[in-house]
Every structure is written in C-alpha cells, then in structure tokens.
C-alpha cells in the first residue's frame, strides 16, 4: 500500500515516519485487537465474519466510508459463492493490494477501504471500497453567465478532473497528485499541459507546492496564501474559480490549475490584472458585444476606486472645476451636511461594506430586510436627516454598484478598499493627491509579479499583440497567438480559419 | 556583471530617455524663450534640440568604449583611481542636485496652481515618497512604468490642441523679429529643459543589444520630446500675443485654464495631474541615475539600500529652495554644472580615452 502511495504522491515530501513495522500476526483476534486500538476503538469501525478455504475471516470496514453495497456485491457475494481459490481472483473489485503490514491497516481504513484478514495468514487484503457522496453539478451560484456552458466544479476532486478531462481529450493533459496537510491529509491535483505550459512554471510550482507544510489545508486559499509572490498586496494574483469552461480556456493558455479536494474551486496561475476582468461571457457573446461589456467592467473598476476619491477632491479642493450650474445644485445639497466630504464619505462606504457583509450572512428569508434596510432606511433617511448629501449617495451606490460587476469577488473587494487610501489622500492633497496615489498604485501593479509573469502584462511591460485580448476582445480569428504572460511552449493558436474568404474573391 | 532582471530593451531605453526629459521646465519655457527669442521660440528648442543630439552622440560614444560599465565604472578607468572616483561624488551630486531642482520648482507650480493652502513640506514628502517607491525597484520595473507613463504626454499635447480654437498665427511673424543672434541665443535657454538625457551615460550597460540601436533609441527619444516641446512652445506664441506673454510666467496653464468643456470647467487642473506623472517620472529618473552610483560606492552595487537617504537630501535641498534668490542661484548652478558634467567633462574624457586608447572589454 505504502508504494503504491507514494507512486501516486510522487512528489509527497517528508512523509510521516511510521512509528513501527508491524507485520501480520498470524492469529485473527491479535490482529482484529490491534487495529480497534489503532482506532481508539471507533464506533463506526465494523467487521463482519466470513469463512473462506475453510478458515475464518473478517472484513473490517468503517462503515462512514464504505460503500456497503459494494462490499456486499463485490467481496461477500463472490467469497461466499466460491468458499475456496485465489481471494484476489475471486473478489471482484478493481482495487485489490495485499500487504504484510499491519501498520498500514488503519491508515487504508480511513480512506475509505476495506481489509480481508484470514485466521493463520500473515497477509491482508486491502480493498477499495470507498463510498462516494457528491452532489449534483450545478452552476457556480457567483460565475453565472448567460450564454455557455452551465456546469461548475463540486467538493469531490475526481468529478472535477472529469470535467476538465472532458472538455481538454487530449494526452498531454497531465494529472498530478500531491497531499496537503500533515493531518488532514488533503488531496491536491496539478493540471498543466505538457506540449504548451512552461518547464521552468511547473518546475516552480512544483516546488511551492512541495514547501507547503502545515497541519490542516482547509481551502485553496491557504494555498494560495502559501504560494503567492506578494502576499501582503491587495491584488489577488491567484486567479480562483468555479467554472471548468474559464479552467479549461486557461490551461489551453499553458497555464497550471490547482484542484484540491473538498473544495469547488481551481486555482489559476499564473495570472495577469485583465484575467480578473474576463468572464466566458465575452467569449459566447459577438465580438463587438463582447469587447463592450469587457470595456464597461474595466471601466467599472476605475469608477469603483476613484470615483469616491474624485468627488472628495473636487468638493473639497476645486469646485470650479464642475460647470456652473451643476456646482449650484450640488452646493446646496452639501451645504445641509455638517461632515466634510471625507466623513460623509467613509460613514457611506462602511455602511455599504456592513450592508453588503450582512447581506451574505442572512438567510435568503430575512434577506428582503436588508433591502429595506438598507436602500429605504438608509438610503433615503440619511439624506433627509441631514447627515449625508445626496451627491454622496449616488456616488457611494455608483461605487458599490460598479465594484460587484467584476466576474471575480477577489478583486471586486479589491476595489473597493483601494478607495479608501485613494479617498484619504484626496482629502489631503486634492487631484494631486488622487494622482500621487494612482502613480503609487500603477508602480505596485508594475511590481507584481506572478511566478515570473509581470502582473500587468500586458499594458506594463507593453506588448501591443496581446492587447487583442485586455481591454476589449477582437474576433477568434484574429488571435492567432496564445498570450505571452504565461510563456507557453507554443504560441500558435489559430489557423487561417477563415481561409474560405479568400477563395470567393476570385470567383465570378 | 548586471544582474538580468535590470536589463532593459532599447524601446525602454527610448521612454526613460522620454520620460527623464519631460520635466517642470515645459511650463515656463515659452514665457522665457518669448523674452528672447520673441516669435521664433519654437526654433530655438528646434536648435537646441539639435544640440542636445550632438551631446547624446558624445555621450554615446564615450559610454560604448565601455559597453559593460555606467559611467562610475569608467571614470576611474579613464582618468585613475583617485581622480575617477572624486569625478563620481561630483556626478552624483550633480543628479541629486538636478533632483531636488526638479523637486523644488515641482513645489512650487503645485504651491501656486493648486494647493494654495497645503504646506510645502506635506506636498514634498507626498512626492519623495512615491518617488522612493519606485526608485528602489529595479531597472526593468521602472523602465515599465515609464512606457506606460507616457501615454500621458499624448493626453497632454491632445489638450493643449484644444488652445487652437483661438489661435493667431500674426503672432509669431515676423519670425526673425528678434534676430538669428538671439535665436540661437535663446536655444541656450530652451536647452536646459531638455537636459536628463544624460541617463545615458549611467543606463547604457543595462540596455540590450548593439550599440548603433542603443544610440538610435537615445536619439529618438529626444526627437520626440524636442517635438513635444516645440509644439508647446509654438501653441503658446500663437495663443498669447506678444504683449501679454511677459505679464505670463506659465503660459500653457493659463491658457488652458481660459477653455472649458460642457462638464469640465478648469482643464488646467487636469493637465497639472498629468504633468505630475511625469514630473515624478523625472525625478525617478535623476534618483536612479545617483543611487547606482551611491549604491556602487557604499552598498556593494545595491542601489536601494542608497534610495532613503538620497530621499531625505532632496527633501532639504526642496525645502531650502523657497526664496527666489535660492531658486536663481540653484537655476545657475545647473547651468555651470550641465555644462561642465554633461558637456565638458566628456568631451574632454572622450578624447582622453581616444588618445590613450582606454577601452573596457
């Protein structure tokens, strides 16, 4: 069993020293004694008693793993039908090992297979016999699109390297498994395509993943906490998601994906600024739709972060930057307000940052409160009251409105706490101040790197050729190469598939 | 001997050269070149444009006997260890005080135009620290901000088109109405503007590729910001009729703040916001230039470990710089040294090597 672990977990580093090599007694009760000790003498541990060439067996199971009917239909059934032969001929399982260690007994019962043990042999039979409890698959509840594929990744790891396998049939897909968590044990799965993803990348993915070393690996975001270059940014530069059609599309890119078990998302790396802004909508929809809704989303990112800022610093520092008449009937709405814009405006963003906090915690059945909460009450009361000027409110809703269109939550958070800084220094400084911090901002982003891959590719450093696919998307047909951030082996993706054009020219 | 994560490409060799030439001088220069030069102003950039790519050619070939070293490694080779390196210090101080220059007038525009109210220091130490952000970082990250910093300058000459609805050509005729003698006089003035070509000398080893490119990228860079300055330059002369321009220390802005679009009133303001992107840029530019030189005296080649203390000398070197006498004397003080550093001391190196035959390998 041991062996066969770590052919699996290749790159499985420093695994546990097992304490002691206990081989198989020969008699079934010192055998049967300790493997309960080895549990503690759980309660779901099971046995049931069996006789097979004329000498008494057990099965030991835990009856929270096994498949019961399994055991049934493929161990008992064909043992009890035979009464004697060869025990791995006769059962009729796929996954069938045998083993003279008695150690490793309890460590194959907890991932879900069962032992054969037989009174007066120093061998068991480990089989496989794991119950597999899944739910349906069903579209990622926050990656919704309109057009396209509507399926998403689930909890079990198996059923999402289907769904990937399924979408890329293709050899050089390759799998790889390595085991998180020293107790918890959690199964990863590295995905990259051997023609197209860069050596050096999965060499040093490799390598991260193998120097993770902690007891539990609860999400993939203690992953991609473990392997981020620049933890302590604000810029989520591991690419996570629901959606095996945005997987799939990225590995065809000579990216890597990590999957792990017991989580529906895949990590994407590495990763540039404009993936965070790209959904499998713009792909499904017309080119020019497309191109037009990626335009707004990156423009909503702007909004998002510096609208709140701009209105401080023209309130606050040039009014007469604003035409007349405009700066009149702004003027007497804050002329009501006792605050300065900077208050007005933090008291704003943190009501709709516990706005949006508590909106996600309560049950759908009280969520119809927050709306009247928080759009009527708080909406509307504040303006009248006199505490909040009615410009400040547009621009906190616009604000909010435009930092949930991002198809990624990671950076529509990220957005909004960029407006703080943004708005303080606006306070401070004015426009100056707002253009200090965007030039503080735009050296961070040019700083980002993700293994390797500059964060703002393409924009900085500028390669005019992926620009077909940042800020707006141009036809298929014109991308014939694959993006350079990543370095894939290989960049050609596209053909002259429109070839047919040319011929109809020369026709008459 | 440079560590591949500063190599930089001849296209960015081009921007930073951009981006360190574009610096405060842009926004008073029409109103000096129009004292002198009256409507010609826009030929003596031309001429002083020309002139600085006579230097840029002296420059380039001093620094290509030496591909592999910036100038504080082959000063000493040129002219011996003791007298090389006190030549360094002198370099170095010549872009620290180039910086705070830059710093200090920076000051002051935003002091006049904008913040009116902000104290001095609280708008300097806002700058430096930015600035400090990106100095410490390696050549290539800020090669990369440069690029893309430059999209700026577009966005500027696209505003100041906006200045044509009113222009009057009879402005700057008769063209030689101030004689070719003070034409080219005046391109003296319109030289110093331009001046942050001289990174060269210090980023020559860290760019890729041959020579020629190298020398192609250096010029081209100053061709564009020649352009970039006469066109400036020639918008304000045919705004401002010679009679108000001496009443108009900073004519762009003013000129600027006379236009409005149907939801933006003062487009001058816009326009400083931009200017502050590249200012900040060229300052950048100048605290590179001295803390590989700092770095290579003090911390093994480290030029980061030089950035803060370099910050907190420009911050007194801005803060004195309040008077306008200090101003004048620091406006002539740059004028002495860019001549000696920039012009004459390499030229008379370049012969020196050339006649001793000193070539690194």
Redesign the interface.
Known sequence: MKDVLSKFFSNNRAEEKPQMKISVYSSLDQNMEYIKNQLFHASDLKWRSISFNQSKGLIVFLESLADLQKIQQEIIKPLEGKSHGNVDKVVTSVDITKSSVLSEVPYALIQGNCVLLFEGSTEVFIVDVAAVNIRNISEPVNEGVIRGAHDGFIEHLMTNLYLVRKRVENPNLVVRYYQTGKETKTKLALLYMQDLANPDLIKEVDQRIASISLDMTLAPGFIAEMMEDNPSSIFPQILLTERPDRTAAHLMEGRVVILADGDPSALILPVTFFAFYQSPDDYHSRWIAGSFVRLIRLVSFIIASLIPALYIAVIG??P?????N?IFSVKSSIDKVPFPPIVEALIMQITLEVLREAGVRLPSRVGQTIGIVGGLVIGESVVRAGLISYPMVIVVALTAISSFVAPSNEISTATRILGFPLMI?AA?????????GM??I???L??LECLGT?Y?AP????RMKDMKDTFVRFPIWSLNQRPHDPHPQKYVQERNSRGWEQDDSGKE | MIPEKSKITQGQLMFFIIQSQVGVGILTLPHKLQESAKGAGWISVLIAGLAVQVIIVILWALCRRFPSDTIYGFLPKITGKFLGNLLCFLYIGYFLFSAGTVLAKFADVVGRWVLLATPRWALLILALLTCMYLAKENLRVIARLFVISSLTIIVMVALSLCGYVNANFSYIFPITEAGWGNIIKSANEALFPLVGYEAILVLYPFVEGKSGGKLKAASLGNMMITLFYTFEVFTSLVIFSPAVMPAVSEPLLYMLKGFSFQIIQRIDLIFLSLWVFVVSNAMVSWIYMATVGLGRFFHRGEHKKAVPYTICILFILAMIAQEPSVTDFYDQAIKVSHYTFVVGLPLILLCFAYFMRKRGT
């Open positions: 520092f040039h007469e930057i604003l035409p007349e405009l220094l401070l400084f004015g426009l100056i101040g707002i253009t200090f030039l503080f735009l050296i961070h040019c700083k500059p703002f924009v900085m450093p500028l």
